[in-house]
């Protein structure tokens, strides 16, 4: 055993290895090693990491032959029960639920279920399997658990998010569609801090989920958070510009209209972020450029104050284009004796 090392040791249950184990030999001195031996950084044991491989027959040597132990959890307190579900190693596991539901895993799931797994049991954060599986997208797994409990739909978590919420932000177009269809959500159901699922979606980009909402759930594109800013404004300051051309072009939010105590424009919020690009889309859909917020600062301002560089370039290149555009308009547009009255003396 002094031969070898402990990553190596790893590497012959990563290869799933069990003969190379064995030549290791199953003496006292070896067996006890192997029951203490972890990784420093994750804490995982051998267990963990033939588990996570799904090697059945390994996992079977370690456990029957070595009698290494199966509940110790490692450094993010997750035990090799937990590493197989998540994995989606279906003959490996029998529990838990909740990890086999952030994976692509519908059979393990059934499996999990048919085993007495408990659908109500929740995570630190207060989601239990269906949010999980909303977040993942895999509609398999969402339909099964509607189908196996009609009910789990009505769920919150601790800072109140539907599972509406979560597949509206991932833009999972497909779970979202099935929520609308089999559950009962209110139109703009609010978490606490106000955001409704329209405002996830287009947070995010996803323009095909925020037209589903407002064509099957009447969703109100000018809602505002607790804050008190729209869809528009949380669109600008995570820089979606197909988000931004939906509601201002198709839905006519008005490009200028104000959010928070600070009456702040989606420009503000833009120049803010250092989103340059969103910002010449603003100004093609007609921004105010020189508009001011409740401190008089302007786009500009904020976006120097941030030190984003390229967005003050650009809006000081717009600006002056525009100054310049209008002035050769007026010059053009004047009849010549107009012009010469108009010229100092």
Same mark, same amino acid.
């Given at each position: 055993m002094a031969t070898c090392r402990p990553e190596r040791i790893f590497r012959l249950v990563q290869d799933g290895d069990s003969s190379g184990l064995r030549a290791l030999g199953l003496g006292d001195d070896v067996t006890s090693t192997l029951r203490t031996l972890r990784r420093a950084r994750s804490g995982d044991t051998l267990v963990h990491v033939a588990a996570r491989k799904g090697d059945l027959d390994l996992l079977r040597y370690l456990l029957e032959e070595l009698s290494l132990?199966?509940?110790?959890?490692?450094?993010e307190y997750k035990r090799p029960l937990?590493?197989?579900?998540?994995?989606?190693?279906?003959?490996?596991?029998?529990?838990?639920?909740?990890?086999?539901?952030?994976? @692509?895993?519908?059979?393990?799931?059934?499996?999990?279920?048919?085993?007495?797994?408990?659908?109500?049991?929740?995570?630190?954060d207060g989601w239990n399997a269906f949010q999980i599986a909303s977040r993942q997208g895999d509609l398999a797994t969402v339909c099964f658990l509607l189908q196996a409990s009609p009910d789990i739909?009505?769920?919150r978590s601790k800072v109140s998010r539907s599972p509406l919420h979560t597949a509206a932000l991932h833009g999972h177009l497909d779970v979202v569609a099935i929520l609308l269809q089999r559950c009962g959500y209110r139109p703009d159901e609010r978490d606490s801090c106000g955001v409704t699922p329209f405002m996830d979606a287009l947070k995010r980009g996803h323009v095909e989920v925020a037209r589903l909402l407002m064509d099957r759930h009447k969703a109100d594109e000018?809602?505002?958070?607790?804050?008190?800013?729209?869809?528009?404004?949380? !669109? !600008?300051?995570?820089?979606?510009?197909?988000?931004?051309?939906?509601? @201002?072009?198709?839905?006519?939010?008005?490009?200028?209209?104000?959010?928070?105590?600070?009456?702040l424009t989606a420009l503000h919020y833009a120049a803010k972020e250092g989103h340059t690009k969103t910002i010449l889309t603003l100004r093609d859909l007609g921004a105010d450029l020189q508009a001011t917020d409740a401190k008089g600062r302007t786009a500009r301002g904020? !976006?120097?104050?941030?030190? &984003?560089?390229?967005?003050?370039?650009?809006?000081?290149?717009?600006?002056? &284009?525009n100054h310049t555009s209008t002035t050769d308009f007026t010059a053009h547009a004047l009849p010549p004796k107009l012009l010469h009255q108009s010229s100092p003396s």
């Open positions: 132990d199966l509940e110790v959890p490692n450094r937990h590493e197989a579900a998540s994995m989606g190693h279906r003959q490996c596991v029998r529990t838990p639920l909740m990890l086999a539901c952030t994976r @692509v895993n519908v059979e393990v799931v059934r499996e999990l279920i048919q085993w007495g797994a408990q659908l109500n049991l929740r995570n630190k739909w009505m769920t000018r809602a505002a958070d607790a804050l008190g800013a729209q869809a528009l404004h949380q !669109a !600008a300051m995570t820089g979606q510009d197909r988000s931004i051309e939906f509601l @201002v072009t198709e839905l006519r939010v008005d490009v200028n209209s104000r959010a928070t105590s600070l009456n904020m !976006a120097s104050a941030r030190g &984003h560089a390229p967005c003050a370039q650009a809006l000081d290149q717009t600006c002056m &284009h």
